[in-house]
């Protein structure tokens, strides 16, 4: 269903922020499976934190490596899966956004300026991500009427130049890291890439962003979970002023 701003959302609401008040309740009880990284498993007690009916489960006979596959793709499970577990992932794949492309994907000739302007250090796959998704975020802006996107878990930057620089239409971008190195290594590749679109190859070989190319993005250090959440929210409203702002991220898990 789509919500008064335009953004489709699942089956069963009606507004984003019925759908956000949801997302938030089921996800409370659950906020420590984000919290988990493969690399600390060794020392800290991931396994202990999960439901004793899951771990029962995970160590029976049952169950096979094989099954996450499914399970997590398409939320498959068997039935020797606890109801628990059944719960969880049924209600996790009943608050997935639906998968459809929508928006303005671009020309082909944007596409490729895009891939000619931004992609430095990018590999193909990632490439393909920024691309699609920056084309997304723009549509989105634009229906919204956002004159901002805070890009949370920036990184290098990759999708928030090509955000904020990749068309004359293209809305201000806030990238925010909770990494001091992040934040400056995407500043020189900002700096980059501010030369390249400045110069007169660029403008001869059809570039049409913004005019006012210097401010069109801002990096921030910011830690981003539950407990910071209204500052990123004073963050974004200082950065906006008295227009609208959006959120968008990819891969935005921190570490």
Not at 79 to 85: N, T
């Given at each position: ?40 498993f060794l020392v800290r007690p991931h396994w202990e934190l999960l439901d004793v009916e899951w771990r029962d489960y995970f160590m029976s006979s049952e169950f096979d ?85 805070v890009d949370v878990g920036a990184g290098q930057g990759y999708l928030s130049r090509v955000v904020a620089y990749g068309r004359a239409d293209a809305p201000r971008v ?82």
């Amino acid at each position: 269903m789509a919500a008064d701003n335009g953004i489709e959302l699942p089956d069963g609401f009606s507004s984003a922020s019925e759908y956000a008040a949801e997302v938030k309740r089921v996800y409370s009880p659950y906020a420590f499976l984000a919290q988990m990284h493969i690399v600390d498993f060794l020392v800290r007690p991931h396994w202990e934190l999960l439901d004793v009916e899951w771990r029962d489960y995970f160590m029976s006979s049952e169950f096979d490596i094989s099954k996450l596959i499914p399970l997590a793709t398409h939320g498959q499970t068997d039935e020797a899966c606890p109801h628990s577990l059944r719960e969880f992932v049924g209600k996790m794949f009943s608050l997935q956004f639906p998968r459809q492309r929508i928006g303005d994907q671009g020309t082909s000739e944007e596409r490729e300026l895009v891939l000619k302007y931004f992609v430095d250090g990018m590999s193909e796959k990632k490439r393909e991500e920024v691309v699609d998704l920056a084309a997304l975020v723009g549509h989105v802006a634009r229906d919204t009427g956002s004159d901002l996107v805070v890009d949370v878990g920036a990184g290098q930057g990759y999708l928030s130049r090509v955000v904020a620089y990749g068309r004359a239409d293209a809305p201000r971008v806030l990238a925010v890291d909770f990494a001091e190195g992040q934040k400056r290594g995407a500043e020189v590749h900002q700096r980059r890439t501010l030369k390249r679109l400045k110069g007169k190859r660029a403008v001869a070989e059809g570039y049409q962003g913004p005019r006012d190319l210097e401010s069109r993005l801002v990096h921030r250090v910011l830690r981003v979970d539950l407990e910071s959440a209204g500052e990123l929210a004073t963050a974004a409203r200082e950065e906006a002023g008295s227009g609208r702002w959006m959120l968008c991220g990819l891969h935005a898990c921190g570490d």
